[in-house]
């Protein structure tokens, strides 16, 4: 397992991504070797098949440190050429030369090792004269417009799907959270079974990130993107779901930790208990419906009902017993999940 982990994936890269890096890689050697004879068009296969990448917006960025990248590293090895010859000891000053550059002008790290390679490549497969330099740069060019091309027009990536995905489980176990903590008061639990309920609510917060992380992703899919009409909505739509389920997340989670905090085996016979699980089921309900106006069918419990639940805040007689801080917290924390529900400010 430690061995395979460090070069495979946990999943393919799709098909269609690998076909478009090799129709790019072909065309950039086809087009590069018909404008500049007279050597291989390695520099151009190169640039086009690491400029294709799962966006159009990262192809753009990639085909731009691709390009510094070569330039700087082509300037350091013609320069170096010219003065030392091209000696085997000169490309490995040049080598060093070009990492220290990249370091000094705090490129990136991808940028930094581009500079370093195109300067070996250069001083190791071609010559150092300026002619050569320039064919070079035009090549590297030509490959990274090439694969900007292909990646927009043949099916540009939107990714959308992992963003409907993540969100539609993030909505799912917060419904879930809010039924297992409405059955929780409803009637009496052990520590193990409460202890168990705050750390399932907990992993709402990295499934929350996951499902940000995801229309982020999504959104910067559209950049540059010919087909980010037809899917600008949608994103924008999940991007305002989110934006309203993240308060609700930290309610939540809140709550359980001050029913945990603060439980005792007598609580459900108060009958404000019995009435904040009801409207904690109803809250549930809400946020199914939430995620389902979305467009985004919740899991694991199904819509049952279009119309919400919560239609006002709860209102409770003051407690005579030593429950009234959880209540009051309790309380507190439906009323802004009604709010956020509901949209309110």
């Keep these: 397992m430690g061995l395979t982990t460090g070069f495979r994936a946990a999943k393919r890269a799709p098909l269609l991504q690998v076909a478009k890096s090799a129709v790019a890689t072909i065309a950039a050697w086809l087009v590069a070797g018909w404008l500049v004879p007279g050597q291989l068009p390695v520099f151009a296969a190169i640039a086009a098949l690491l400029v294709v990448q799962p966006s159009v917006n990262q192809s753009f960025a990639k085909a731009i440190e691709r390009s510094i990248g070569v330039i700087a590293g082509v300037v350091i090895a013609s320069v170096l050429g010219l003065m030392f010859g091209s000696a085997s000891w000169v490309v490995l000053v040049a080598i060093v030369v070009a990492m220290l550059a990249a370091w000094a002008i705090k490129m990136t ?39 900007i091309v292909v990646n927009a027009l043949i099916v540009p990536p939107v990714l959308v799907a992992p963003a409907r995905r993540d969100l539609a489980l993030l909505g799912g176990e917060l ?42 992703t999504g959104e910067e899919s559209l950049t540059l993107n010919p087909r980010r009409s037809a899917h600008r909505d949608e994103l924008g739509e999940m991007r305002a779901l989110i934006e309203r389920l993240t308060p609700i997340v930290t309610q939540v989670i809140g709550m359980t930790r001050a029913t945990l905090d603060h439980y005792d085996a007598s609580l459900s016979k108060e009958p404000a208990v019995q009435a904040i699980a009801e409207q904690l089921r109803r809250a549930a309900h809400d946020v199914r419906l939430a995620v389902h106006l979305a467009d985004i069918e919740p ?27 959880l209540i009051g917290s309790l309380l507190e924390d439906l009323r802004r999940i009604h709010a956020e529900l509901l949209d309110e400010d």
């Design 109 to 147: 790290p991808g940028t930094g090792n581009q500079v370093a390679i195109s300067a070996m490549l250069v001083l190791a497969l071609g010559s150092s004269s300026p002619e050569y330099a320039v064919d070079r740069i035009i090549e590297t060019l030509v490959g990274a417009a090439i694969g």
């Design 175 to 216: 419904a879930a959270s809010l039924d297992r903590l409405a059955a929780a008061l409803e009637s009496p639990q052990t520590p193990a079974a409460m202890q168990q309920l705050m750390l399932e609510a907990r992993l709402m917060r990295p499934m929350r990130d996951a499902a940000d992380a995801a229309i982020t």
């Design 299 to 325: 899991e694991p419990a199904p819509l049952t009902s279009a119309v919400p639940a919560l239609t006002a805040p709860l209102v409770v007689a003051p407690s005579r017993s030593d429950h009234w801080i």
